[in-house]
């Protein structure tokens, strides 16, 4: 029985995956920023069907499940090309998405995802990964230690989130 966390490199057929794997993670860790708790607004944006669908039609998004014996744990969302700050597009790779079950954080299952990620960035030769993060976060502590560093803040502008959960770090790691 394989007990080691994969990382699934989704298709189109992996979309129910995808979506199911998401609307259990986003309300279990982000009900508490939306007003009455209703986390519609961001699961609409991002973990629907069309949603997922659309993200497919884009050749530099790339989405893993995270699994273990079977089990979907999470989702990787990765974007190989993306510029930032003095890094062009062959430089520089986004973790836009990185999420867990409730249960399976703590685990040394981010670490893990992290660390698959800066492999498939060194396969793809880039200089950098870079992601953005709440300032709120409790991930945020998570990829300090990982070594990522913030090197910008913006506020997000979603409506129905609450005004103490807006800001947002842009981080890097280079590599």
């Known amino acids: 029985m394989n007990t080691e966390v994969v990382f699934k490199k989704c298709n189109t057929n992996d979309i129910n995956q995808l979506i199911d794997v998401s609307q259990q993670f986003y309300p279990k860790h982000y009900a508490h920023i939306w007003k009455n708790e209703d986390t519609s607004y961001y699961i609409n944006l991002s973990f629907t069907r069309k949603a997922f669908e659309k993200d ?8 893993f499940l995270i699994q273990k014996q079977n089990k979907n744990l999470g989702l990787l969302k990765i974007r190989k090309y993306q510029e930032i700050d003095i890094y062009n597009n062959n430089e520089a790779l986004q973790l836009e998405k990185i999420y867990l079950l409730k249960e399976s954080t703590g685990l040394g299952i981010g670490k893990k ?5 800066k492999q498939y960035a060194n396969d793809l030769q880039k200089k950098v990964i870079w992601l953005d ?7 945020l502590l998570f990829y300090q230690k990982m070594g990522f560093k913030t090197i910008s803040f913006y506020s997000l ?3 129905g989130l609450k005004d103490g959960y807006r800001e947002m770090q842009r981080m890097i790691l280079p590599i």
């Open 133 to 139: 993060v709440m300032t709120t976060s409790p991930a």
């Open 56 to 63: 497919f039609e884009v050749d530099n998004i790339i989405y």
């Open 113 to 117: 995802g992290v660390e698959f990620v």
């Open 157 to 159: 502008d979603y409506p």
